[in-house]
Structure formats: structure tokens, C-alpha cells
T-cell receptor
Framework: ELKVEQNPLFLSMQEGKNYTIYCNYS?????LYWYRQDPGKSLESLFV?????AVKQEGRLMASLDTKARLSTLHITAAVHDLSATYFC????????????FGTGTRLTVIP | EAQVTQNPRYLITVTGKKLTVTCSQN?????MSWYRQDPGLGLRQIYY???????DKGDVPEGYKVSRKEKRNFPLILESPSPNQTSLYFC????????????FGPGTRLTVT
């Protein structure tokens, strides 16, 4: 069974600082997704990474994928309070995008 | 507005009383899926459907049933709910190919006593 591990599980950081969230997965996959969830809300798609070496950026967030290392990173640059949320990575399983396995999430709190 | 809707949003029920959570999407997506979210476990897939009359088990299908008689609807059925099915449930849909981006519904919080 595909295992997806995120770390850290909890992250408290000051505004203006940089940090990286890591997503490791146990078996080969060709696609990885990042989602954001605000408290009491649904999931919002942030990035879809479909190839080794893929890098995508949106505002202060940048995601990358290394399929050989089975690792994806979500880098936060100059954090602002609005980025406070829980971030999930998800990896395609035996049926690719039809069968996603999620990490346990990283709860990010940005302190003013 | 393109969206995935779920009903009800909140439900408290008793053990053994059959219930259905509805899911509907207006984007003409072939693929739909159900997940449950539990603290410390992230989201786990229950069932998914590639198209009408085509469904398959996800990671945690035990105790659940689904049907896909129409493209837009994908109800989740709990024939005999138990307390361990207390959870937050999300429906999602996507159009295969392209970015493979999934669109999630607002969630249904189910409590089984």
C-alpha cells in the first residue's frame, strides 16, 4: 500500500520567514498534488505536479517534485498570516489520479 | 457556477439506521470520488467512479456502498452505520486528462451515536 508522509505535522512561523514542507511517498508515482484546507472548509487545489523535476509557483508558494527520491516540497517564501491553513499532499496510486493517497497534513500557523 | 454539492452538510444519526449522503456536480465530469477525513489520518478514499455504472473500491470501502446511475450524481450509502463511521466526508470530481485537478465538495459531517 502506498504510504505518504508529511513533515512537519505542525508548523508555527513568523511572518516574513521562509520554510519548507516535505512530502515523502513509498512507491513509484507519476503525479503529486498539493491542497490547502482552511478550518471548517473544503480542500482547494494548489498545484498538480506531473513529471520529475516539475516546479510550479503561485505567489509565495512553490512546489517541486523529485520522482526518483519520491519527494515533493512545498516552499513558503516570506510567509504572511493569510497562508495559515492545513496543507496536504496527495499521490496517485495504482490507478493514477483515480486513486489518491493523502498525507496527514501540515498545519501551518503564521504569527504576525 | 461550477461546483460540487453535498447534502446534508451535517447529520447526527444512530447506529444501524440507513442513510444516504448525496453528491452532485454540474461540470459534466466523468470521474467522481468519496473520501473521509479523520484527525491525524488525512483523507482516505472510500470509492470512486470512472463513469456511469463504473465504480471501484478505494482505500477504505468497508461499510459503504455507492451507485452511479447518472453522470452528475454519486451518492454514498451507509446501510448500517456504526460509530466508527463518524467522520467528515468529502465528494470530489474531475475531468480525466489535462491537469487532473479535482474539485471538492463542501463536506458532510456525520456523527453516529
Amino acid at each position: 500500500e502506498l504510504k505518504v508522509e508529511q513533515n512537519p505535522l505542525f508548523l508555527s512561523m513568523q511572518e516574513g520567514k521562509n520554510y519548507t514542507i516535505y512530502c515523502n511517498y513509498s512507491t513509484t508515482s507519476d503525479r503529486l498534488y498539493w491542497y490547502r484546507q482552511d478550518p471548517g472548509k473544503s480542500l482547494e487545489s494548489l498545484f498538480v505536479l506531473l513529471s520529475n523535476g516539475a516546479v510550479k509557483q503561485e505567489g509565495r508558494l512553490m512546489a517541486s517534485l523529485d520522482t526518483k527520491a519520491r519527494l515533493s516540497t512545498l516552499h513558503i517564501t516570506a510567509a504572511v498570516h493569510d497562508l495559515s491553513a492545513t496543507y496536504f499532499c496527495a499521490v496517485g496510486g495504482r490507478s493514477g489520479a483515480n486513486n489518491l493517497f493523502f498525507g496527514t497534513g501540515t498545519r501551518l500557523t503564521v504569527i504576525p | 457556477e461550477a461546483q460540487v454539492t453535498q447534502n446534508p452538510r451535517y447529520l447526527i444519526t444512530v447506529t444501524g439506521k440507513k442513510l444516504t449522503v448525496t453528491c452532485s456536480q454540474n461540470m459534466n465530469h466523468e470521474y467522481m470520488s468519496w473520501y473521509r477525513q479523520d484527525p491525524g489520518l488525512g483523507l482516505r478514499q472510500i470509492y470512486y467512479s470512472m463513469n456511469v455504472e463504473v465504480t471501484d473500491k478505494g482505500d477504505v470501502p468497508e461499510g459503504y456502498k455507492v451507485s452511479r446511475k447518472e453522470k452528475r450524481n454519486f451518492p454514498l450509502i451507509l446501510e448500517s452505520p456504526s460509530p466508527n463511521q463518524t467522520s467528515l466526508y468529502f465528494c470530489a470530481s474531475r475531468r480525466p486528462g489535462g491537469s487532473d485537478e479535482q474539485y471538492f465538495g463542501p463536506g458532510t459531517r456525520l456523527t453516529v451515536t
